[in-house]
């Protein structure tokens, strides 16, 4: 099975407020970046979308391992957390959509995360920050469909 590293992060100014995700994608030589800012969202919700744009970028099942600086993500999956949320239907949970989205992509792979210490100088990390704030920044921001500011 092919080998894929993905790096993410996310980025909100404002939280909420307008928002970007950052993904690179590494398969031996090659690289693919991946970005898109958002009118309206939140820091978290970046750094998971950040992570399922990845994940559905791949057409075949892969070994991935996914590198992110986000707590909030690489713990709720490595604690199994998110299962627990799954069996309750995401009751009371934030971002049930996306992590809806996340579970259907996550099982088309073998996947396993690392937390990186973001803004530390890991290269990926920072290109991925990066493509994450200059997306948040753009004029070309699409409305995250899923966020609900109630």
Known sequence: MKEIIIYTDGA????P?????????????????LSQGYFLTTNN???LMAVIIGLEALNQKCNVTIYSDSK??????????IFGWEK????SKKNPDLWKRFLKTYRNHNVKFQWVKGHAGNKYNEICDQLAVEAA???????????DAN
């Open 137 to 147: 920044e753009s004029p070309n921001l699409l409305q995250d469909e899923g966020y």
């Open 88 to 91: 309750k239907g995401f009751k």
């Open 45 to 47: 919700r970046m750094e």
């Open 12 to 15: 909100a100014k404002g939280n």
């Open 17 to 33: 407020g307008k928002g970007g995700y950052g993904t690179v994608l590494i398969s031996g030589n090659h690289e693919k970046r």
């Open 72 to 81: 909030y993500v690489v713990d709720s999956v490595e604690k199994g957390w």
